[in-house]
């Protein structure tokens, strides 16, 4: 009955590759988020769409690409991956009319850029 | 944008309470959100305010002046498994949810 899930959970990988990450929600919800956690723990909003259509797109480098194929799923691609990409990666999804509004989160993915 | 300031840490004893206060300077507001996350796991939805006043859930009760930009959580009869980092965030006129940097708060024996 996982509600929002993530794959993968832990991925190690080199400065310059490419990676994917890949969320799911089963809530029904009409909106996904990406956030980053960084080392000191802060979180912060990086993409969210709202019926596949991008409604939040925080200043993040444009190697950093989100899609949504359908309402349920949200990805995540990252080009030349960098040392400062290094985080916990986590997707949310909420519904934004006519609540409830509170947003529930994956279990996160670790990237770690060697 | 959204100024949120919280305390970075609390300690406690087991079975006592603990207040965590959170201000927020905001150019919109659609409500005030805690979140509690376990360390290495993901933030768990604990209360929503949008309406001035208190609202209660079992052992965590949350408090919010708008008009203050004034937040808290309460936790009473604090429990070992209660030690966690416990975020507020706001979500603003843009759906945006923006976090504050999390209390991480410590029970002991």
């Known amino acids: 009955d996982t509600a929002v899930s993530q794959t993968p959970k832990y991925l190690v990988t080199q400065m310059g590759n490419d990676k994917s990450i890949k969320c799911e929600q089963n809530l029904g919800h009409d909106t996904m988020y990406w956030y980053k956690q960084d080392s000191k723990k802060f979180l912060k909003i990086m993409f969210s769409y709202n019926n596949k259509e991008l409604i939040i797109n925080e200043t993040v480098p444009n190697r950093f690409s989100p899609k949504s194929p359908d309402k349920a799923h949200l990805n995540l691609h990252i080009n030349s991956l960098e040392l400062g990409d290094s985080a916990v990666y986590f997707c949310?999804?909420?519904?934004?009319?006519?609540?409830?509004?509170?947003?529930?989160f994956g279990p996160g993915t670790r990237l770690t850029v060697t | 944008g959204q100024n949120i300031d919280q305390p970075t840490e609390m300690t406690a004893t087991e079975g006592a309470i603990v207040q965590i206060n959170c201000t927020y300077q905001?150019?919109?507001?659609?409500?005030l959100f805690w979140y509690q996350q376990h360390a290495g796991e993901a933030p768990t939805f604990l209360s929503y305010?949008?309406?001035?006043g208190l609202e209660e859930k079992g052992r965590f009760s949350s408090f919010l002046s708008r008009s203050k930009g004034y937040s808290y959580l309460l936790l009473k009869e604090l429990q070992m498994k209660d030690s966690a980092s416990y975020l507020c965030?706001?979500?603003?006129?843009?759906?945006?949810?923006?976090f504050g940097a999390g209390t991480t708060v410590t029970v002991r024996a």
């Open positions: 965030a706001v979500r603003g006129n843009d759906y945006k949810l923006s």
């Open positions: 905001t150019s919109g507001f659609n409500g």
């Open positions: 305010n949008v309406l001035d």
């Open positions: 949310a999804s909420s519904r934004v009319t006519g609540g409830p509004y509170e947003q529930y």
